[in-house]
């Protein structure tokens, strides 16, 4: 099922994205561009997408632990762990694992998932991918889909450890690059018996091809010796270098989709600095691991969920929609797709004015009984 809606307003329009490649590269050892920007778009005049965000949304009606947990690999993910403040602790309850956008931290659109859904009764958690915000793993910001899957698993297995907790009705939610994790690990890990992601991205589409399939093999295979050669100065003693993420400052030249990602990043918006962390490397991924994206890839596969049911949420004018479209139209039933009216990808990271909670909440609702 496809549906397209701005809450309740219903449309279908498939607008096409013009993008034009900006694959950058400056020789051996040097930090080319990311996911996040490999690409340049001119989809929209940019915009104030500040209207009613609120990425640090607090509310009186639930309660927040810090939670730690261990994974496979003998590692601490470090999450927040939501409650609504009436829940009855006698009986078992549904939860959600909420992950944050890739190159984000639980403070940034995860915990305001995960307390919207403790609002309206769930046990809901956000966590931090190894490697990014408190979690453990060297080198920071270490790209490692296996590593990030697993925590999704790992953290099934912490709430399934709480009596209050109903192990057979467990869900998550993946925003943005944490939507193609979320995917990868449900189909090895039944346990997680409902599915949403908001904003996809596929990690490992986005850097073998970028958006629109607009990066050619050989400006891939540059990529791949680019970064190879970075782990030979690594090797060598070399400082860290790395890639993409959101620009520190804009200018005239700042591409749309970067300035998208900087209203949030670097203002007030939704800017957060995890401690040990210099702004200067928040959202951006080590150059030398990126390339293990290369190796993901996540909607191979997806129809395996079924029965399991998965939700599909993007913008309309997002320009990652690509991604929900694709692994929807490869996922067998129970599936539907939502395109919000309106809305551009980050919109969906903090705007509670655009964000289908009452769909998020009757979909878990449903699927976890």
Not at 27 to 32: E, F, K, M, P
Not at 235 to 248: C, E, K, M, N, V
Not at 299 to 305: H, R
Not at 308 to 331: C, T, V, W
Request: net charge neutral.
């Amino acid at each position: 099922m496809t549906i397209a809606t701005n809450q309740d307003d219903a449309q279908t329009s498939n607008t096409g994205i013009d993008r034009r490649h900006l694959l950058k590269m400056a020789g051996a050892g040097v930090a080319a561009l990311g996911a996040m920007s490999i690409f340049d778009t001119t989809f929209a005049k940019a915009q104030d997408l500040s209207k009613g965000a609120s990425n640090f949304y607090t509310s009186d009606r639930v309660t927040l632990q810090k939670v730690r947990f261990t994974t496979q690999y003998q590692t601490n993910v470090a999450g927040n762990l939501f409650l609504p403040k009436d829940i009855d602790r006698a009986v078992k309850n549904p939860a959600i694992i909420v992950g944050h956008p890739m190159g984000a931290v639980k403070e940034q659109s995860a915990n305001l998932y995960a307390t919207k859904m403790a609002e309206q009764g769930f046990v809901a958690m956000s966590i931090d991918l190894p490697f990014w915000g408190e979690s453990e793993g060297q080198s920071r910001n270490l790209v490692s889909p296996e590593a990030y899957v697993e925590a999704f698993s790992a953290g099934v297995d912490f709430l399934g450890s709480h009596s209050f907790v109903d192990r057979r009705n467990i869900g998550a939610i993946g925003v943005c690059g944490s939507g193609s994790f979320v995917i990868s690990a449900a189909k090895i890990d039944p346990r997680i018996k409902a599915i949403a992601t908001v904003s996809m991205y596929n990690m490992g589409a986005a850097f073998r091809d970028a958006l629109n399939k607009s990066q050619t093999v050989e400006q891939r295979k540059q990529f791949i010796a680019t970064a190879a050669e970075q782990r030979w100065a690594e090797a060598g003693g070399a400082d860290i270098q790395y890639i993409g993420g959101t620009t520190l400052e804009l200018t005239a030249d700042t591409d749309p989709i970067q300035r998208e990602f900087y209203d949030f990043y670097r203002t007030s918006r939704g800017e957060f600095t995890p401690a040990g962390v210099t702004r200067q490397t928040t959202t951006k991924p080590t150059l030398s691991s990126s390339v293990k994206f290369m190796n993901f890839y996540p909607f191979n596969d997806i129809e395996t969920i079924s029965p399991r049911p998965m939700l599909f949420i993007s913008g309309d004018q997002a320009h990652s929609k690509e991604f929900s479209q694709d692994a929807y139209n490869r996922a067998s039933e129970p599936k539907e797709l939502v395109w919000i009216k309106g809305a551009g990808h980050v919109d969906l990271y903090d705007r509670v004015d655009l964000i289908p909670f009452g769909k998020l909440k009757g979909f878990f609702d449903q699927h976890l009984a």
